[in-house]
């Protein structure tokens, strides 16, 4: 009986130690939380021309925050009691990098997957050159956030290729409008419009003339907010491939502009 005594007794020692006291954010969520503001960290280092003052990027800290539930208070209350418990805190931040690590894994797999889901016949490859993750902040952009790619088509380029465009959406509460356009050799254009739901990945495609060579893709992201302060996108990819006849037709309308 003394036995089970003292092994209760270690158990709610054991509990008592892992555990955090009230307004400490705990373990667990502390770990994405800082995970998060990495990410957002990152983004700024990223774009140096863009946020370009201390309130643009307080605000994206802001709105991560925000996301999870936080506030500033609680944020800085729980970094202090961390740092006063370097040992827990140690451990947090072990679980920050295996989730950072996670989500790099995850955005690698999801490129495979576009890829092994594309039904085409020669080669496939992914030309998205920016980063793979990005934020619209309302403090910066005002109440219509816009991002927005233009790459120029290399040597490789070849008539009929198709251009799929991968996102994830979420911190958001409107749906967003997606644009994928081409501009041809002749000087004309192609471009493809959708709307885009939150929380959910998204994919534009947009096929190319069979009969006419890229010379430049383009498109943007559209959103307008409401009172969210940030919305963020991840998992970009551009995927081109190869013309392949059986799905060539398989997609919504397009809109064609200039010389036929």
Not at 98 to 116: N, P, S, T, Y
């Amino acid at each position: 009986m003394k036995r089970l005594w003292l092994f209760a007794l270690l158990l709610a020692c054991l509990s008592a130690c892992n555990s955090v006291p009230e307004g400490v954010i705990d373990t667990d969520k502390m770990a994405e939380l800082m995970a998060d503001i990495h990410e957002a960290n990152a983004v700024v280092e990223l774009n140096p021309n863009t946020y370009t003052s201390d309130s643009i990027k307080m605000s994206l800290k802001q709105a991560v925050l925000v996301r999870h539930g936080v506030t500033e208070a609680q944020f800085d209350t729980s970094l202090m009691w961390y740092g006063h418990n370097l040992d827990i805190y140690k451990d947090v931040y072990d679980n920050v990098i295996k989730i950072l690590e996670k989500r790099e894994q995850d955005v690698i797999a999801e490129a495979q997957l576009a890829g092994e889901k594309m039904t085409i016949t020669g080669d496939s490859i992914d030309i998205w050159t920016l980063s793979r993750r990005d934020i619209l902040n309302s403090e910066q952009l005002g109440k219509y956030a816009q991002l927005k790619f233009s790459t120029r088509a290399d040597e490789s380029a070849r008539k009929g290729d198709r251009y799929e465009w991968h996102l994830y959406l979420y911190n958001g509460k409107m749906s967003a409008d997606a644009l994928l356009g081409v501009d041809y050799n002749d000087g004309s254009s192609e471009y493809q419009i959708s709307s885009l739901r939150m929380d959910e990945h998204s994919t534009v495609t947009l096929q190319a003339d069979s009969n006419k060579v890229v010379s430049r893709v383009y498109g943007y992201l559209l959103y307008e907010f409401e009172n969210e302060s940030a919305v963020f996108v991840d998992s970009l990819m551009l995927y081109r491939s190869r013309l392949n006849s059986s799905i060539y037709n398989r997609h919504n309308r397009q809109l064609k502009i200039g010389t036929k």
